[in-house]
């Protein structure tokens, strides 16, 4: 019986290089690795006779015409922010175009990666994603609105990940660094500061080898931890641990830095707005819904104890030993 092709997008960044390896260790899957550049894939031997790189622009879709008529499975986890056009052809045109060229006979199954930011705690998407939102959660939500009835919806599961560690800091991981894991190191400079303000927040959180642990069970398996989404073709996933509070993750990051508690003032949202509007600081109508906001949890969340294995890292204790910071 032959192998099954699984095509990897964005396979040269942090969530994509620890499926990649998860799936090379776990499955004889053969992997369609796309990426720009190769030379950042530093966690995977790209001789290894089950790989095959495509090397191009997720916005190149027909430069690989024929690789993407052959695929069973897609992990989609590329993406872009920052640029309004860019986020537009990459989070949008080339998903549908991607989507356009797989085969009908041969696709068993679509992951494709989105954020928790454009969901509300019932796993439904916020209006306010498409009217507040930045360029990134904009072309987010409107994908995933157009995905609801595109001719393969019943074959895409959608995952939504939220803060997304990964990596170590020391130099010592071959896999890179997530952007929230590198901003560890300025966490713990303004912790002298941030430990005398109470917050009132709570928030999910989940390691990059726990999200390779999901997305593989889900294209190596039956099996499916349990949810309702009521009205939606699409089966949905948010890919976290348990919340916690702000504030449970400041007396954390003091334990680990052997700092005192001290007492906390509150930190209300009518002065925070004050603040911006008095300071010279620059906000985004997101940043203000997101402020107001106050809670981004969901229900459910989908961890790797969903599927019945363990989790790489369940608490932010041990999130911030598998990033490599020193103890005190």
Sequence with gaps: MKNEIILITGASGCVGQYIANWLIKNSNSELFLWVRDPK?????????????????????????????????????????????????????????????????????????????????????????????????????????????????????????????????????????????????????????????????????????????????????SNFEPEQSIPKSKIKKFVLGQPYISIDVAIQTLLGWKGMRKVPQIPLWIWLVELLTILLPIQITNWDRFSLRQKHFIHEPVTSPESFGGISYAKTLGQVLHNSGLTKH
């Excluded at 190149?60 to 872009?80: D, G, L, P, W």
């Excluded at 002298?192 to 999901?214: E, P």
């Design 40 to 220: 950042k894939i530093t966690s995977i031997n790209l001789e290894n006779p089950r790989i095959k790189v495509l090397v191009g622009d997720l916005r190149q879709s027909n430069k690989f015409k024929k690789e993407i008529s052959e695929v069973n499975r897609v992990i989609h986890t590329a993406t872009a922010w920052g640029d309004p056009k860019r986020a537009k052809e990459v989070n949008i045109d080339a998903v549908k175009n991607l989507l356009n060229l797989l085969n009908p006979s041969n696709i068993k199954q679509i992951i494709y990666f989105s954020t928790a930011s454009v969901l509300d705690k019932n796993l439904n998407l916020l209006p306010e994603a498409f009217t507040h939102g930045t360029e990134y959660i904009q072309t987010k939500a409107q994908c995933l609105k157009e995905l609801e009835t595109h001719q393969l919806s019943r074959k895409i599961i959608a995952v939504f990940p939220t803060l997304v560690f990964g990596g170590r800091i020391d130099g010592k991981s071959n896999f890179p660094t997530s952007y929230l894991t590198q901003g560890l190191k300025d966490a713990f400079k303004w912790i002298w500061l941030a430990r005398w303000i109470k917050v009132v927040s709570r928030f999910h959180f989940i390691h990059a080898a726990d999200i390779a642990f999901i997305c593989g069970h889900l294209v190596t």
